[in-house]
């Protein structure tokens, strides 16, 4: 929690306002809230009740808006959701705030995780890093990064598991833009990997793989997507509790997101990152959807709208 304290107040563009939620810890996370807030006018600490128990997906986000509805919103442009188990580079916040005034249709983006791997025991910045692997295609739930005016338009997050998935999509149906670049500028150390649990990692893979179902996600694309993480570590494991927390939710006939009109838009381009591959079928439905955004928001412009896979940067947030 100090790492990621001090790397978001030592950006060369920190927060404006930066709440922190303390979502009933027992530990002495309220002792060091209170020192940072002491020092740092920027931040206040909303406190919750303990529940008696981790609630993630719908957890997270009810923790998120406990801290959203003490601000304004308004009072800013853009917004950020942020976990508390990031190290992020100095100039994060700048470059990817400039990157969202050269390219008015971005609505949410980011930059890549990476976690220390094995032989990496300070997990610092200067060891051994492995990639999460996250698509270009989309902002990673950990760092959240948004224009306000878009995440207004999507509605907010889902209060469920892939909340950090649909909000992705809905902004590409909407003609907004989501994206992350590997950049060396907003390369970040995620000190606990994608997929883990407090029961362990299976169990969150098996989430993830809910989380899927949830959405809307085809079996075709699933299993696609399960193959792949096979290949990256926990190797086999990680990508087969993927694939049958997926089955297992399908054939229980759990519910799932209740947008028709949204799923069948998430199948239409899962069909098409299948058959033509993820960066071609991301461009595609990008340039078709730009008409909806332009629609939307009076602007001109070419229907392409290209945006760079390297970026620049400028910023702040709440």
Request: charged fraction near 25%; hydrophobic fraction near 35%; glycine fraction near 12%.
């Amino acid at each position: 929690m100090r790492r990621t304290l001090d790397s978001v107040l030592g950006q060369t563009e920190p927060p404006t306002t930066w709440v922190v939620v303390d979502d009933g810890s027992t530990d002495e996370t309220p002792e060091v809230l209170a020192e940072y807030a002491a020092k740092y006018p920027c931040l206040k600490v909303v406190t919750r009740d303990n529940r008696g128990g981790r609630r993630v997906g719908p957890g997270v986000i009810e923790a998120f808006y406990e801290g959203y509805r003490a601000i304004d919103p308004k009072d800013y442009d853009f917004v950020c959701k942020i976990d508390l188990d990031l190290e992020l580079p100095p100039r994060y916040f700048e470059t990817l705030i400039e990157q969202m005034h050269r390219h008015p249709r971005i609505g949410t983006c980011s930059g890549k995780a990476y976690f220390p791997g094995p032989g990496n025991t300070d997990k610092s910045f200067g060891g051994d890093l492995i990639s999460e692997a996250c698509g270009d295609e989309m902002s990673v739930g950990m760092i959240k990064f948004y224009r306000r005016s878009c995440f207004e338009e999507i509605g907010g997050f889902v209060s469920q598991v892939m909340w950090d998935g649909i909000d992705c999509h809905r902004c590409r149906m909407l003609g907004w833009i989501a994206c992350s670049w590997d950049d060396p500028e907003l390369r970040f150390i995620h000190l606990r990997p994608m997929g883990s649990s407090h029961k362990g990692i299976f169990t969150g893979r098996m989430r993830h793989g809910f989380g899927q179902w949830f959405m809307g996600t085809g079996l075709a694309y699933m299993t696609a997507s399960a193959v792949f993480r096979m290949t990256r570590p926990p190797f086999v494991l990680g990508g087969l509790a993927m694939w049958w927390g997926y089955v297992k939710a399908m054939a229980a006939g759990k519910p799932r997101y209740e947008d028709a009109q949204f799923r069948k838009f998430l199948r239409a381009y899962q069909w098409a990152c299948l058959l033509k591959g993820k960066a071609r079928a991301t461009q595609r439905v990008n340039e078709q959807q730009a008409e909806v955004w332009h629609r939307n928001h009076g602007a001109a412009g070419t229907v392409g709208d290209a945006v760079d896979t390297g970026p620049a940067g400028t910023p702040a947030a709440a």
